[in-house]
C-alpha cells in the first residue's frame, strides 16, 4: 500500500527524513507521517502521478508553478 523505506528514499534521492519530506512538500506530493515517523506515501499515487496515466492528478512537470494563463 505505501513506499518501502528504500523505494521512497529512491524517489526522493535522500535517505534523511527531513530531506525526503521537504523534497514531497516542495513538489506538493501527499502524505502522512505515521506515529512512529515513517513517512507514508500511497504507492498507487506514485504510480499514477510518475505515469502521467491519470490526468486528475498532476505529474512532476504539471503543478501550479506554470502560468498558462499568461499566455496570449
Do not use: C, N
Not at 9 to 32: C, D, I, N, S, V
Amino acid at each position: 500500500m505505501f513506499l518501502t523505506l528504500e523505494e521512497l528514499r529512491e524517489l526522493t534521492g535522500y535517505a534523511h527524513r527531513a530531506k525526503q519530506t521537504a523534497w514531497l512538500e516542495a513538489r506538493a506530493w501527499p502524505f502522512e507521517v505515521s506515529g512512529s515517523g515513517r513517512i507514508l506515501v500511497l504507492r498507487d499515487y506514485m504510480a499514477a502521478r510518475m505515469s502521467g496515466l491519470d490526468a486528475a492528478r498532476p505529474t512532476v512537470h504539471a503543478h501550479g508553478a506554470h502560468r498558462f494563463d499568461a499566455i496570449g
